[in-house]
């Protein structure tokens, strides 16, 4: 029995290091310049493949999972604190504020790719949605951001149903180019739409307000000054922790088995009930919907939205984060999120370079480790073996 | 009636360029079944190549001084789509050679991400290169005719295409290899059991569509007289429209689907009101009920899919 | 009891009739459906199935015309099948796809898997539990082994799940396509048993059966359907469908 208890023990404490040391690498990254983060990164990742050749990973696998609840309340109090560990240093915050924004569309994302396999390269049209709807909504009828989010998710959701409407009939090749042909239609309807504000996009976004406090001012607590960026940056974390369990919980649901099935072989999927349009079509308008609301979150943010926020190469960098992370792994698409974010927004400083290398990075994590920093896992439900009543299920709730 | 006809030719013009891209992506999918995403970047670059040539080297000018000037700028051309030919080449070894019997996704990205590479090193490492450049004038720009204002310049993109697709349609018909690019086409596993070197023939598919997508990339040049260091996205993505409107993996079909594109957008620009901004929307949706409704592209076969 | 009848099912193949006009009936029973190869047999499960829609003729399920429905409302409808090259989801666990067999009993909607209600828990641990007290029927090993991937899993075995899947959902009509398929001499034996004891557990599930070995087809069928081009050309018990003549030319070879 103490054998037991202690073994519990180390396992909860293994979880508690694992999860503290990704808040820690996700740090070091975020604040150190490009090269450090590169070797961070590379770092992170030699970890990984060494621990699935000696097989060690699988322990940590199962002692996160396992101990998922204190996994999260230390990568909660992580980023609580992240504000004062910065110490208010705005840029960084914004970036992070990026990731979080990002990490959510990702999430929904990859409902599409990951979970059913249908290619998607048009999240930024969905992203583009959310954002526009709000804030037309905020600038021209003076609705309230909060209403906005809310109507963003909605139309983001309905256009998410009719770009989907494609992957019903066709898939693969087809499949892409068409939902690139939308992409690419959906950035020229908005650079040739005057009334959304065409080339010029829609200056003059007001931010959020909560009982006559604006996020745009400054917080203090406890005498300090944290910038405005404090604010969003708890709102997006809170819509991310949210859009997570979410996800995981559809992930552990019916749901995401269907769509795991379609995923693997569509006859099978049909013959064992599962209606294949309106799952697809869930996979889409739900992803959508994500996209939708971190748009809206997006354009309060940052108080300008133009069409460039929502073109192609904004779709493709979100399948690269999904990519990145590890298809149909929650955590593994938070983590690819935060870290391309992190690297994109470091290479800034190389201006002309930026794109190049973004398009190198791509090319050899392709090349490198295809199936993502943290590769699909298999889907575990929590049973404890009973011998006197057979078997006895518990189902927990998902977390990230 | 003379604009009508004038706009056909335009037409006709510019999809012949969208045809040779769609081309290259039709040539690549039948041997190799992996959409070549970066066949628009390709072209563009032997366009940069080309007015490399001219402008920094004076290729040109020095040729000129032996050869009339036809011949020069033929001999500049076929540098220009040999050099393509070969980056083609190496672009195959680098970023699809390691995603063969691997997720269709993964070639597609790491394509497009080549794509958005030598954009970058165009716009970073050519003189200038982020701005517009002058495309020299290699054909003839005079006026064939006054009706309809056609120029030697239009007939001679149009030929040109017309010579390189019979070119390429003897080359696949009646050279031993062109017939094995076709076999591969049909059946990989059986061309490969009756003999046939796959990864000899996958080689020289990608030198041959990388030569006809570096012609194509001289011919839009000259088209519109200027080239930008990211007019391949857009032009690939034309390209790739072409080829699946005309059933992807079928050459012929890629022609067809090029002008079917190409009259769409002039056709919508010049005769919509206000329909010029729309142009590509409506080649896109054009694209997109295509596919939807008819994926085995205008000139394919309905398969029936084996359970 | 008439469970399913097809009144001159026919499907057409760009002019070649796969299946030709078959009346076809089951009731409480186990129906060998035996013919050549190429005669029709698959097809007119997947006719059955919904995964072809006929070209005429009607099918009739518990007394409700079913002709033309997708595969997932006649999954849902109660006809369960196998396929003939073992289809599971190689890439998802034993578990999963035993709980992808009970997809269409469930009823969590999509906002339900968000929010989660007891009633959703309930729903998932009572699918888990059915799909080990199915399970246990085949192989008590597999449960031990539900978080395997089926890609670690042996052919009998991934052959017994996909059996478990097709009945886990309780279906009043299953349908198996050469289930003893690539099973050697001994786990055919094996397999034979299995079928029986669906039958024995359950006498609501009717099946029909599409088999090569005779030994088998004799063994556990009530009653055998003989198919040649796409025709029906004998029906009745094993014994005396063996001995017709036109049977004989047709299949055994004369």
């Known amino acids: 029995m103490i054998n037991k208890a202690g073994a519990q023990l180390s396992r909860s404490l293994m979880a508690i290091a694992v999860s503290l040391g990704i808040c820690l690498i996700l740090y070091i990254a975020l604040v150190s310049p490009l090269p450090i983060t590169l070797l961070v990164l590379a770092i992170f990742l030699g970890l990984i493949v060494m621990g699935e050749r000696s097989g060690g990973i699988e322990k940590i696998y199962a002692a996160m999972e396992e101990h998922k609840g204190e996994a999260l309340v230390v990568a909660g109090i992580f980023a609580l604190l992240l504000p004062l560990l910065v110490s208010g240093n705005n840029y960084l915050l914004h970036v992070v504020v990026m990731g979080g924004i990002y990490s959510i569309i990702a999430l929904g994302l990859n409902f599409q790719l990951g979970s059913t396999g249908m290619v998607n390269f048009a999240p930024a049209a969905f992203y583009g949605t959310g954002a526009y709807t709000s804030a037309v909504l905020a600038v021209k009828f003076g609705i309230s951001p909060w209403v906005g989010i809310l109507c963003g998710l909605f139309m983001a959701a309905l256009l998410g149903i009719v770009f989907g409407f494609p992957a019903l009939k066709t898939r693969g090749y087809y499949l892409s180019l068409v939902t690139i042909a939308l992409q690419v239609i959906f950035t020229l309807m908005i650079i040739n739409t005057d009334w959304l504000g065409g080339p010029n996009g829609i200056p003059g976004i007001p931010g959020y307000e909560i009982f006559g406090f604006s996020f745009r001012r400054p917080l203090e607590i406890l005498g300090m000054r944290l910038p405005y960026q404090t604010n969003y940056f708890y709102l997006v974390f809170l819509l991310l922790s949210l859009a997570a369990l979410a996800a995981s919980r559809l992930y552990n649901s019916r749901i995401g088995l269907a769509w795991n099935a379609i995923e693997q072989d569509e006859i099978v999927a049909a013959t064992q009930g599962i209606n294949l349009t309106k799952i697809k079509l869930l996979a889409f308008s739900i992803g959508a919907a994500f996209a939708g609301v971190a748009g809206a979150l997006y354009a309060h943010y940052t108080s300008f939205i133009g069409n460039e926020d929502f073109d192609f190469n904004k779709s493709l960098v979100l399948i690269c984060m999904v990519l990145l992370g590890g298809m149909d792994n929650v955590a593994g698409v938070i983590l690819g999120s935060l870290l391309l974010t992190i690297i994109d927004e470091k290479l800034r400083d190389f201006a002309d370079y930026r794109m190049l290398m973004y398009a190198l990075i791509l090319i050899i994590i392709l090349i490198a480790r295809p199936q993502g920093l943290l590769p699909k896992r298999n889907r575990k439900y929590q049973i404890k073996q009973d011998n006197n009543e057979g078997y006895n299920v518990t189902v927990t709730a998902g977390g990230k | ?307 | 009891m008439e469970v399913l009848r097809t009144e001159a099912l026919t499907i057409n193949f760009g002019g070649l009739k796969a299946v030709d006009g078959v009346d076809f009936i089951i009731g409480d029973e186990i129906v060998g459906l035996i013919g050549p190869n190429g005669s029709g047999k698959t097809t007119f499960l997947n006719l059955v199935s919904g995964i072809y829609k006929p070209t005429s003729g009607k099918i009739i399920f518990q007394q409700e015309d079913i002709t033309g429905a997708g595969p997932d409302a006649i999954r849902s409808k109660g006809i369960a099948r196998t396929f003939q090259t073992n289809r599971l989801c190689l890439h998802l666990t034993v578990l999963d796809n035993m709980l992808l067999g009970l997809y269409s009993q469930q009823k969590t909607a999509w906002w339900q898997a968000i929010f989660r209600p007891a009633y959703s828990r309930a729903e998932i641990k009572a699918g888990i539990e059915k799909c080990f007290h199915i399970l246990a029927h085949f192989n008590e090993e597999l449960i031990k082994r539900c978080y395997d991937p089926v890609t670690t899993i042996p052919l009998i075995d991934r052959r017994r799940i996909e059996i478990a899947r097709a009945i886990v959902g309780e279906p009043r009509l299953l349908l198996l396509d050469e289930p003893t398929a690539g099973l050697n001499a001994e786990e055919t034996m094996q397999m034979i048993r299995d079928i029986g004891k669906i039958r024995e557990d359950n006498r609501k599930i009717s099946i029909i059966i599409i088999e090569h070995d005779m030994a088998v087809i004799a063994r556990i069928t009530d009653r055998v359907v003989v198919l040649n081009a796409g025709k029906k050309i004998a029906e009745g018990l094993f014994s005396e469908v063996s001995k017709d003549e036109q049977v004989r030319t047709a299949y055994l070879g004369g």
Not at chain 2, 37 to 43: E, L, S
């Open chain 2, 1 to 307: 009636m003379s604009l009508v006809l004038s706009q056909a030719i335009n037409a006709i013009m510019l999809g012949c360029t969208y045809s040779l891209v769609g081309i290259g992506f039709s040539l690549f999918f039948g041997v190799m079944d992996i959409v070549v995403f970066c066949a628009g970047d390709v072209a563009i670059f032997a366009a940069f190549s080309i007015t490399a040539l001219v402008s920094i080297v004076g290729l040109y000018a020095a040729l000129n001084l032996a050869l009339p000037p036809f011949l020069s700028t033929v001999l500049i051309v076929i540098a220009g789509a040999s050099l393509t030919g070969v980056l083609m080449l190496a672009l195959y070894r680098l970023v699809i050679k390691p995603f063969e019997n691997k997720s269709a996704l993964m070639p597609l990205l790491s394509t497009i991400a080549s794509g958005v590479a030598l954009r970058e090193l165009i716009g970073i490492f050519y003189p200038q290169g982020r701005n517009p450049q002058t495309f020299p004038q290699l054909l003839p720009g005079g006026a064939l005719s006054d009706f309809a204002m056609i120029s030697w310049r239009n007939l001679i993109i149009i030929v040109a295409t017309l010579l390189l697709v019979a070119l390429l349609y003897l080359f696949v018909n009646k050279t031993k290899i062109g017939l094995s690019i076709q076999a591969v086409s049909q059946n990989r596993e059986a061309a490969i059991m009756v003999g046939i070197n796959w990864q000899q023939v996958v080689l020289i598919t990608f030198l041959l569509g990388g030569f006809i997508l570096g012609i194509g990339g001289f011919l839009v040049a000259s088209y519109y007289d200027v080239v930008r260091f990211d007019m391949g996205s857009m032009y690939g993505l034309k390209g790739f429209c072409a080829a699946v409107v005309g059933g992807l993996g079928n050459v012929y079909g890629a022609i067809v689907g090029g002008l079917l594109i190409a009259f769409i957008e002039v056709f919508v620009s010049a005769f919509v009101p206000g329909g010029t901004a729309y142009a590509s929307v409506a080649a896109f949706l054009m694209v997109v009920l295509f596919i939807l409704f008819k994926p085995e592209g205008v000139i394919g076969e309905k398969t029936i899919e084996k359970v």
